[in-house]
């Protein structure tokens, strides 16, 4: 079974951390199992990040897609309604 999101952002930053603090990066994707593509990929999105920070990124980008989907939803009845009042005229 897969670890929570919250636990594995926390994993992710210890982590990142352990190389901050000078752990090679090779070194540390054997230890943990994972690839160097994903450790660097984890090191572009959560890098120099605290645990509250990556928080705050992930619930800004939860809210961001919300949004995204509401636009959309509303240029849609936009688009249907001017479609109805250019028939209707």
Not at 18 to 41: P, V, W
């Amino acid at each position: 079974m897969e670890a929570r999101p919250a636990a594995r952002r926390n994993q992710i930053i210890a982590v990142l951390k352990e190389q901050e603090a000078g752990a090679k990066a090779a070194d540390l994707c054997r230890k943990h199992g994972i690839s160097e593509a994903t450790f660097y990929n984890w090191k572009a999105k959560y890098g120099g990040r605290e645990v509250s920070e990556a928080k705050r990124l992930k619930a800004l980008e939860e809210e961001n897609a919300k949004l995204k989907k509401l636009l959309a939803e509303q240029m849609l009845d936009a688009a249907a309604l001017r479609e109805l009042l250019a028939k209707k005229w």
